[in-house]
């Protein structure tokens, strides 16, 4: 068969009989002949594929194709919905036609039914538990929002104003010091900073260095040892004191009353009543030296002491026992707990351990004290002991009225259980104990606290 590009013309029909020669060649036309019947047009059709669709038949024959993407067919099904939480559902299995197959959106939802109708079941069954949890975690006793104070230095001066008010948290074991601007303050002997030493009466600048650094070990030894603070006897603080010191210290150990009260000398709480959460006393002050006329030395100590304890066993018995009207300031308003949110601060588990969201408290105990070290050329005294030439000490929060050598803190757990009787309620002025730009004002009367 010619193509279009054959330079000689199509033959025409003329050589053969019936045919015709239009070109006047002589040749023949070979479609002259040709009917294009019905039967002629069913066997024409095309039977042979392109190359494209062989070349690619033979391609997906081994590897099939993938949907790339971002193309959806009428066949795809509605797109599905985003989620909010949960995990990202898997892809499922297309169908023969290589389409995805619509997922069922609601197969998570049976298992969360489930356990939230498990939960309020629960939650009916102990609703006095669910009352207690929320009150902790949202109410006065929430410690969960807790924001720490900034760190505050040792002081080098008197100060002028009270410490700012801190923001009111209920103190717990595991943030003994919410809601105080205690916190910020040095932990224990880091707050002990001695002054620069120089000669001063009889004495030179290293024995003046010994003396401020004696005073130190006493103050360490008498309000920060875990032993002598948890209740056991002060040894190390009697050890570094005279002897008519020493022996005056130990007889009110032994005989302990108002008038010769432990307290005095020693921080201690009884550990049926109250226990340290910890070992860390949190401290504020400073101290200062000169010459007493008589060629010695006073050393001069100004320092507020803050425990964090917790309830001992007797806690709760002790709190339902009358206070006499006179003593040591006591907390003002006590936050009582509300519809049972208290926790069970008093009951120890097995282990001796409390949890950590068990309800603490802080007794604040001032110490104003000055020691005295004589010229051992005109008296008789050993120059590696203290004398004291002095002693005021104010507690905040401690029960008034009991002189058996410990502070007696009160806990907020225990306040609905405090006596009505006359005379256990606080008559005195209400002070602030963190307020140490003031002196220390002695009193007879059971005072009142503002902040613990």
């Known amino acids: ?57 033979a391609r997906w024959k081994h590897t099939p194709p993938v949907d790339p993407g971002g193309r959806r067919s009428v066949n795809d099904g509605p797109r599905a919905s985003k989620r909010r939480f949960g995990r990202k559902p898997k892809s499922a299995a297309p169908d023969p036609w290589g389409n995805p197959r619509p997922r069922r959106r609601l197969e998570w939802r049976a298992p969360l039914f489930v356990a939230l109708a498990v939960a309020v079941v629960l939650a009916a069954l102990n609703v006095d538990a669910l009352r207690d949890w929320y009150s902790f975690r949202w109410g006065a006793g929430a410690s969960a929002p807790h924001s720490p104070v900034p760190t505050v230095a040792p002081e080098t001066a008197k100060p002028t104003t009270a410490p700012p008010k801190a923001p009111e948290e209920q103190p717990t074991v595991d943030h003994p010091w919410a809601g105080s601007p205690a916190e910020g ?27 401020l650094q004696l005073v130190k070990d006493y103050l360490t030894a008498a309000d920060l040892d875990p032993k002598t603070v948890g209740g056991g006897r002060p040894d190390a603080a009697l050890a570094l004191l005279l002897r008519e010191e020493r022996d005056g210290a130990v007889a009110a150990l032994d005989n302990p009353s108002e008038k010769n009260d432990p307290t005095s000398w020693f921080s201690r709480f009884d550990p049926r009543d109250a226990i340290p959460v910890g070992d860390v006393v949190k401290v504020q002050g400073r101290m200062t030296y000169e010459g007493d006329g008589d060629k010695g030395v006073l050393v001069h100590t100004d320092f507020s002491f803050v425990y964090a304890l917790r309830p001992g066993p007797d806690a709760a018995k002790r709190a339902m026992s009358p206070k006499p009207p006179t003593g040591a300031p006591q907390p003002t308003k006590p936050a009582a707990p509300q519809d049972g949110a208290a926790k069970p601060a008093g009951l120890l588990t097995p282990s001796g351990d409390v949890s950590g969201d068990t309800w603490t408290t802080r007794t604040i105990v001032r110490r104003v004290e000055t020691f005295r070290f004589y010229d051992p050329g005109r008296y008789p005294v050993d120059p590696r002991k203290i004398a004291f030439g002095g002693s005021q000490t104010d507690p905040a929060n401690s029960a008034c009225g009991v002189y058996d050598g410990y502070f007696h803190p009160q806990f907020d757990q225990f306040a609905e259980l405090q006596s009505d009787a006359p005379g256990s309620r606080p008559t005195g002025p209400e002070i602030d104990p963190y307020d140490r730009s003031k002196d220390i004002q002695p009193t007879d009367e059971c005072g009142s606290v503002s902040r613990t």
């Open 1 to 57: 068969m010619p193509i279009a590009e054959d330079p000689e013309p199509r033959p025409s029909g003329g050589d053969e009989p019936g045919g015709s020669d239009p070109s006047g060649t002589g040749k023949k036309d070979p479609f002259a002949d040709l009917v294009l019947d019905e039967e002629f047009i069913r066997g024409a059709a095309v039977q042979e594929q392109s190359g494209r669709t062989r070349m690619l038949s």
């Open 185 to 211: 303050w040095p932990n224990g002997a880091e707050a002990f900073v001695l002054p620069e030493a120089k000669a001063t009466g009889v004495f030179s600048a290293d024995q003046v260095a010994a003396q």
